[in-house]
């Protein structure tokens, strides 16, 4: 399956800052990335999907705003939690459309606000 | 939309077999598959199955009824390394997967 690298594994913000989470696809060209957030105990949610060279997509109930994602190129897709707060510490996850069957995912990105 | 349902927990002893149903409603349906997570990492894929039958794949393996919409995931010979969340998904026309709520499996020594 295709190689995700994803950072950083975790990070630790202060409420009303913003982070940004990287998603680069080592070993083929990635149009499009699913970005999931995962809060625990619970199971995936797809929050949006980005395309490479367009806007992205976003699942109801997402604020686009809160949740800027950027596609530049077809190895990278970045996620940016603009003014976080301790509501959005959760587990993010991206995945890039497979070539065949079997979805990959990124490593993941804890975030923790504070 | 998309709903799956599973199992919340199961729990086995080293070297039993343990069946994961998963039944799902769908607006459009392009396969199941599942996926194993442990706790901290990301998930990672097992098994497929777009037509009717059994997929096998070493200790695991799969099995889809469409026409029931339902599959199961079976784990074979467990481990306590199997112990770890286990989710299925159907994905949609537009290759957006839709996850069950999750099955967490215990293997007991």
């Known amino acids: 399956g295709a190689v995700v690298s994803q950072h950083p594994s975790r990070v630790i913000c202060k409420s009303g800052t913003s982070v940004k989470i990287e998603c680069r696809s080592l070993d083929f060209q990635a149009t499009t990335m699913f970005w999931y957030r995962q809060f625990p105990k619970q199971s995936l949610m797809l929050m949006a999907t980005?395309?490479?060279?367009?806007?992205?997509?976003?699942e109801q109930g997402v604020e686009k705003d809160k949740f800027l994602i950027n596609h530049a190129s077809l190895t990278l897709s970045t996620l940016t939690v603009t003014s976080a707060h301790p509501e959005d510490s959760s587990f993010y996850i991206c995945?890039?459309?497979?070539?065949?069957?079997?979805?990959?995912f990124g490593s993941g990105t804890r975030l923790t606000v504070v | 939309g998309q709903s799956l349902e599973q199992p919340s927990e199961v729990t086995a002893v080293e070297g039993a077999i343990v069946q994961i149903n998963c039944t799902y409603q769908?607006?459009?349906?392009?396969?199941l598959s599942w996926y194993q997570q442990h706790d901290g990492g990301a998930p990672t894929f097992l098994s497929y199955n777009a037509l009717d039958g059994l997929e096998e794949t070493g200790r695991f393996s799969s099995f889809l009824s469409r026409s029931d919409s339902y599959g199961y995931l079976l784990l074979q010979e467990l481990q306590m390394k199997d112990s770890a969340s286990y989710f299925c998904?159907?994905?949609?026309?537009?290759?957006?997967?839709?996850f069950g709520a999750g099955t967490t499996v215990t293997v007991r020594a």
């Open positions: 995945s890039p459309q497979p070539q065949s069957y079997g979805y990959t």
């Open positions: 769908t607006s459009g349906f392009y396969g």
């Open positions: 980005s395309n490479e060279g367009s806007k992205a997509t976003y």
């Open positions: 998904a159907v994905r949609d026309l537009d290759y957006k997967l839709s």
